[in-house]
């Protein structure tokens, strides 16, 4: 009798769910997806065969391929969920300007960023992004060149000392050169882990991502409740103690200080010193009636998470290409050598504007290798598609940054090639041809910030250094990738570094 019901009551659930499906199923009906999906787990059935990321990793990709094969979009199922999965920039540019929330996988970094802008729902995210875009004002970015200026010159010394001792992991330096330089615009504070690299708070930033990454690709861990039990959540709350901690100790300390400032005449010095994020972020916002110390935390920990893993690895991924394509690294160094001379003083804002070649090099590293090759969304109301179709309220969206990037009508039949000169020869051929910065009102307001300071890092390891790969059997060869919700080197960014002086 028990069974019975027990039965009868799973039966009625599933048909609730169907009900509440029937706009999706109608939608999902209108789509090709050569890829087998399995009764009540879809899709996801690809996943659970997967030993590891690297394995996620090909199914992502296939995913996206997939699209591009069926004329830019399919679709998959994930258990009753939707996905409508895009490679195509003309239907990319309508979804990403109409849904603007994030998926609800992006929560899982709730702890970290909280309602940080790179993750909160819109009513939250729109007056704050107003705010974060008054702070990357072209002024501000120009000053900030001076930051990256210095840091990356603290980098090559570094890299110096390694320079001619057979392969070394090249994002290791520039990860600590990014740390320092999103640390000092962001607060203000010149903590130099590259020449102290044990501190804390670089322990606890990198380990609270590394966990976050890690408890996105394991489903199990999603369930609040229970994760709340496990070993991993106790390692991953002491991290963030640590990190915010660090960063609200900060807050309070400017805070204080500018109460101070505040009667004080401002002197020349005081004009022409750099403001960091926060400074200009408490400003922005109203000063004292503005932003709370927890928003604050909160938008300092989006440029924390967004700013750091994604320059470093574009730099990295970067070094990788230059040392397989020696052609365009010797372009590269010619270019340097024309803009910078013979100087060895630090590089400055209108120097790293003169440097269009390299511009294009860190573009097509980009659209092959884009650190978030994926990008998750949520449709809250329906949506009429460039195709007339509508896409229905609850579905997902998966946009394959990877895929459209590389999709042959916009890029050719060399769309997997790396060849910079695309980038200079040609137009792109729909704006949002090229999605590694994303696209529509909710795109990356990192883009210029990022370009600075990987132009600044990567002209100074080039006029230094000759970058060499590892064997003389990856020249010409694309990079072997791994992926942990961002695209990572399968092959810890190896590189030999020849010292040119
Ligand atoms: C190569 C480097 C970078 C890449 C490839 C990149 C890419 C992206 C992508 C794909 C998004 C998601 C946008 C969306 O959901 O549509 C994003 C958001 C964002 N990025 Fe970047 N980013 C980079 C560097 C940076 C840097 C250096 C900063 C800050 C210093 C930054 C700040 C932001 C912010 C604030 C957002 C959230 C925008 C919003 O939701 O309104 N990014 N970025």
Redesign the pocket.
């Known amino acids: 009798m028990i069974w019975q019901l027990f039965v009868s009551v799973v039966i009625l659930y599933g048909l609730v769910l169907r009900w509440q499906a029937r706009h999706r199923i109608k939608f999902a009906k209108l789509y090709k997806n050569d890829i087998k999906a399995a009764p009540i787990l879809g899709h996801s059935v690809h996943f659970i065969k997967c030993k590891n990321n690297t394995d996620r990793w090909k199914v992502l990709e296939k995913f996206g391929r997939e699209a591009v094969k069926q004329g830019g979009t399919t679709i998959g199922w994930n258990l009753h969920r939707l996905y409508f999965i895009v490679a195509d920039p003309v239907v990319a540019e309508c979804v990403?300007k109409h849904c603007?929330d994030?998926d609800d996988s992006m929560k899982l970094t709730l702890a970290l960023i909280g309602n940080?802008?790179?993750?909160?729902d819109v009513p939250i995210?729109r007056p704050?992004?107003k705010i974060?875009v008054s702070t990357?004002s072209q002024k501000n970015l120009l000053a900030f060149t001076d930051i990256f200026a210095k840091n990356s010159d603290i980098m090559v010394q570094q890299l110096q000392k390694v320079a001619g001792t057979g392969s070394i992991s090249i994002s290791e330096y520039i990860m600590a050169y990014?740390m320092d330089s999103?640390r000092e615009?962001?607060l203000g504070l010149n903590a130099n882990s590259q020449l102290n690299p044990n501190q804390d708070l670089i322990k606890a930033f990198a380990g609270s991502c590394t966990l976050i990454a890690d408890r996105i690709m394991k489903p199990w861990l999603h369930f609040e409740p229970l994760y709340k039990l496990t070993a991993h959540h106790a390692k991953y709350m002491e991290y963030v103690d640590t990190v915010l901690g660090y960063i609200m100790e900060m807050i309070q300390a400017k805070r204080k200080e500018l109460a101070e400032k505040k009667f004080i005449k401002k002197n020349d010095e005081d004009k022409e010193r750099i403001k960091s994020?926060l400074e200009l972020m408490i400003e922005s916002s109203g000063g004292d009636k503005g932003y709370t110390d927890k928003e604050l935390l909160e938008?300092i920990m989006?440029?924390f998470t967004?700013?750091?893993d994604?320059?470093t690895?574009?730099?990295s991924f970067a070094s990788m290409l230059l040392a397989r394509h020696p052609d365009v690294q010797e372009k590269v160094y010619q270019e340097c050598k024309d803009v910078f001379g013979d100087s060895n003083l630090p590089v400055t804002a209108e120097e790293l504007s003169r440097l269009k070649y390299m511009g294009a090099v860190?573009k097509e590293t980009?659209r092959l290798y884009?650190?978030?090759p994926i990008?998750?969304?949520k449709v809250d109301n329906d949506v009429v598609l460039p195709s007339g179709d509508t896409l229905p309220k609850g579905t997902g969206i998966f946009?394959s940054?990877f895929a459209a990037n590389r999709n042959p009508r916009y890029w050719g039949d060399d769309a997997d090639q790396f060849r910079p000169e695309r980038f200079i020869d040609t137009q792109l051929k729909h704006p949002a041809a090229f999605?590694?910065?994303?696209?529509?009102?909710?795109?990356?307001?990192?883009?210029r910030?990022?370009?600075l300071?990987?132009k600044s890092v990567l002209s100074n390891i080039v006029r230094r250094f000759r970058i060499l790969p590892v064997s003389q059997l990856e020249l010409g060869k694309p990079l072997d990738i791994n992926y942990d919700i961002m695209l990572r080197s399968a092959d810890d960014y190896k590189v030999v570094l020849e010292s040119r002086m």
Not at 116 to 120: I, L, N, R
Not at 435 to 447: A, E, M, Q, T
Request: glycine content about 8%.
């Open positions: 990403m603007l994030k940080g802008s790179s993750v909160a995210w704050r992004r974060l990357f990014a999103v615009t962001s994020f938008e989006v440029i967004a700013g750091t994604t320059s690895l574009a730099s860190i980009l884009p650190p978030g990008l998750l969304r946009v940054i999605l590694s910065f994303s696209y529509g009102p909710r795109n990356c307001l990192g883009y910030y990022a370009m300071s990987m």
